[in-house]
């Protein structure tokens, strides 16, 4: 999901525009040590944005997406999904909806702090618990999106909150 423009005020997109890119910020070092991330980074970010374009219905004031977050992050990783959430945006918005850019701030963060949130409560575990096995537990998928798709509602929630 993310919000419409025109729902959020300046002052408050210009907030989540420096949050964004923050929080992006804060996860390009990591990437920028291993290369291998940063080819994963944009995989993760092609991946999200053709999910997205596969579906979006307008849903009141903000817009349903077939985001596919435990895929991309059960395929490319943590850093990789965080990033490829933001890159991934942009490119959607770039692309195919301008009008979008305006609140690109505000969606990264709809879609990165939830899945930080998550990787640090269930996501680390799972993944070093997993280590070199290639079967997913699709109970811990289940689990992982709930939680996940829990706080992307709460991160929409929140913005209309703050909206007009």
Known sequence: MHIQPGILNGATIAYANETALATVAAFIPAALKRPDLIVRTGLAALFFSVLMEILHLPVGASELHLVGASTVYFLFGFIPTVLGFALGLLLQGTLFE???????????????????????????????????????????????????????????????????
């Open 98 to 164: 301008h009008q979008d850019l305006i609140h690109l701030g505000v969606n990264s963060l709809s879609l990165m702090l939830p899945l930080i949130a998550t990787h640090a409560v269930i996501g680390k575990r799972f993944l070093a618990k997993r280590g070199n096995q290639t079967s997913v537990n699709w109970q811990e998928v289940v689990r992982f999106d709930g939680m996940y798709y829990s706080g992307v509602v709460a991160m929409v929630g929140f913005w209309l909150l703050n909206g007009n």
